[in-house]
């Protein structure tokens, strides 16, 4: 059967701040310029997630995106949506939210919920200028 | 020569019902929802048409997209444009009109008017949230 | 208190056909094209709600977006969303479902739930290159 | 001359919270929701200025739109983008951060660099969903 | 009968240069900035017509969009599209091609061909940041 | 560490057109079309320049967006915005600049300032409908 990539759009909008804890003001600064605001700022983030597989026989999906769409809210939406990454968000608790690790948590959030017989890609929207893409490796 | 991909975007309307003749009605609206809707519901679908090869040394030219727009027109937004892909598109009479599967009829009609050196790349938008990419495999 | 204007974007994806019943064949086609197709096509309709009225001084709100957000999907996408607009939607058995007619039934249908000091306007995307906006004059 | 309405996009990203402080936190949460996290979530916002005017013979232009630039370069996107819109934005600290309240903050912060002849209309996209207008009245 | 604006997107592609004759470089380029580069640059501009009026009972159309499409193509595109605006269209030879000239123009054009009850808007994107509206005032 | 893919977009406006100088006007007209006008005609070009390699540890960073945002506008912006592509830019005064070869040139000017272990892509659109992907092969 053809393989096929079929893409879902979410979105979630949320706040944060980039430093490290061990790094001095100043070398959060030079490293993260405004993103370093101690009172945080934030984004609309746009999410594209993205499976690939056969398609079935006898429905025609590769996946039902409908089911896709519940997950993806239960899962990431209600996780993250109008939340303070940096303090409100487990994963973040020790990890810089920066574009990139956010897409790696999420990748691993939906692993556990999608058949592993199908590919996982994750686009994210930090803003419409700047986004990022990860698929697992 | 470099390789570069050069796409093209498209689009059209059309009506569709997503449905298994054999399956009891229960079954259907079970695995389809709304979109097994007896009396149809339609998109407007947005195609990207993407083709990568070489670049011709003279032209400048992967693939004069005018001829691509052309090709698109004829092959593809003719037989589909204001269609009700169940009842009036010969592929879609046998088989589901799923995103998934509405690529993979565009790349199969597409394949037999590009020339062979050139690798197809199909992106079909059902709605601006759910959409689907295929490339042959 | 300044007076602002406030809008919220909703889709809803139907089927429908434009004709006339007392019409020719002929004369439908002439008036109408490819729209007049028999059996359907449809669109993935973009529709934004805009409302006109002071700021509250309380809140800061014009209107709750939240709410207009629940009014726009019990009273529009409820009703209109994966339907066939001329088979199954009431308003449309005896009125052609152009564009500028579904405005002005979303319009009547909204004006009963939003409060009278507020001023409504109806902006629909019938495709990315078509649309129309209507305001109740 | 004719009477012309020029436009210039702008973005800036914040962190903002609603509430009030007289009111309880169930208060607060029945009239904000989500919105009155106290940990600030944030988003990207989009504003459109646009002026409207007489063409200038000599110039063509209504207003330059370089100079349109850095003017809200300078008053709006210093003063905003990548800030915590309550604590750190001087207007925001008695006045609830809601779309429509930023829209007037930043209509009045223009008006006092854009000659008297010209009036101004403030978009301003929360989301893309959700998003405002004002004109002064 | 209820008042409805229709809007039709078109666009095309142009050269263009800012400049007065009769001022010295040095104020071209203070005045019009790299604008006024000698050897042109150019744009993908984006167009807006819109029609104001009531909605015909019969047809339920404020106008025929498709009629529409094929005026803007004729009058419009075919003279405006893939052509140098300073050195190839008349209009331009004694008058500044900036946006706003452009618009004024585009609506001249059309209104000969427009019916005299139907009001009309040209908005026209120079770039996705800048641009303007006008509609005959 | 995981391999992400960062993205930036950014844009330039430019003029240009397409012929080979030892073509008749004939041939030039019927490979190139209204590309070949004499007079030039112009685009907006938006371009996205994407980054693939592990995430860093310490900042959570493929790479400082920031730094690349500068990287772009001075050695992509600041050559090519409001030029006229033939006649200005040294690159395309022996090769054509179609979409391909301008793709293939941005890639050589970023590759020698972007490290070594980072894959570029580059994805350039001529129009919102015309555009090409080139990484490097």
Same mark, same amino acid.
């Given at each position: 059967?053809?393989?096929?990539?079929?893409?879902?759009?979410?979105? %979630?909008?949320?706040?944060?701040?980039?430093?490290?804890?061990?790094?001095?003001? /100043?070398?959060?600064?030079? #490293? !993260?310029?405004?993103?370093?605001? +101690?009172? %945080?700022?934030?984004?609309?983030?746009?999410? =594209?997630?993205?499976?690939?597989?056969?398609?079935?026989?006898?429905?025609?999906?590769?996946? /039902?995106?409908?089911?896709?769409?519940?997950?993806?809210?239960?899962?990431?939406?209600?996780?993250?949506?109008?939340? &303070?990454?940096?303090?409100?968000?487990?994963? %973040?608790?020790?990890?810089?939210?920066?574009?990139?690790?956010?897409? #790696? #948590?999420? %990748?691993?959030?939906?692993?556990?919920? =999608?058949?592993? +017989?199908?590919? =996982?890609?994750?686009?994210?929207?930090?803003?419409?200028? &700047? !986004?990022?893409?990860?698929?697992?490796?």
């Amino acid at each position: 059967m053809p393989k096929v990539t079929v893409h879902r759009k979410a979105h %979630f909008n949320a706040a944060h701040r980039l430093y490290r804890e061990e790094w001095s003001d /100043d070398k959060n600064f030079e #490293v !993260f310029g405004k993103c370093n605001n +101690h009172n %945080f700022h934030g984004h609309n983030y746009e999410l =594209i997630v993205s499976l690939t597989g056969e398609i079935d026989q006898e429905t025609g999906y590769v996946y /039902d995106l409908g089911k896709l769409k519940r997950i993806i809210k239960i899962e990431i939406e209600e996780a993250l949506d109008h939340k &303070n990454l940096n303090l409100e968000v487990e994963e %973040f608790k020790t990890l810089n939210p920066t574009a990139e690790n956010i897409a #790696v #948590v999420i %990748f691993n959030k939906l692993r556990k919920h =999608i058949p592993l +017989h199908l590919e =996982i890609e994750i686009t994210l929207y930090e803003t419409p200028r &700047n !986004f990022v893409t990860y698929s697992g490796n």
